[in-house]
């Protein structure tokens, strides 16, 4: 089984930034595709970004696109997502998640999932 250790979420003011870090272990890293998700206080886990296995693909939600960048080095069996210009709409709970697909937008086809790291965007 692979295990995820998701770091670098705090407190942050709004137009600052942040970089997030999972850490994979127990699997296959350049194998496999890796997504960042959000749960918010109150509402549903949310996709946020996918990469795929090499990289090479890359998808954002649309509330994230052009502020987040997801990236990976498969090496370092770490996936990363950079966040800048953050909005308190962005405070949160952020989970790593792993599929055995090489790339994966689908929320319920992710196998493995850290225990998350929490992000507030104070305004």
């Known amino acids: 089984q692979v295990q995820l250790v998701e770091s670098g979420g705090g407190l942050v003011q709004a137009g600052e930034s942040l970089r997030l870090s999972c850490a994979a272990s127990g699997g296959s890293f350049s194998s496999y595709g890796m997504g960042w998700f959000r749960q918010a206080p109150g509402k549903e886990r949310e996709f946020v970004s996918a990469i795929s296995s090499s990289g090479g693909r890359i998808f954002y939600a649309d509330s994230v696109k052009g502020r987040f960048t997801i990236s990976r080095d498969n090496a370092k069996n770490t996936v990363y997502l950079h966040m800048n210009s953050l909005k308190p709409e962005d405070t949160a709970v952020y989970y790593c998640?792993?599929?055995?697909?090489?790339?994966?937008?689908?929320?319920?086809?992710?196998?493995?999932w850290g225990q998350g790291t929490q992000v507030t965007v104070s305004s």
């Open positions: 998640a792993v599929s055995m697909y090489q790339f994966m937008i689908e929320g319920n086809r992710y196998h493995y």
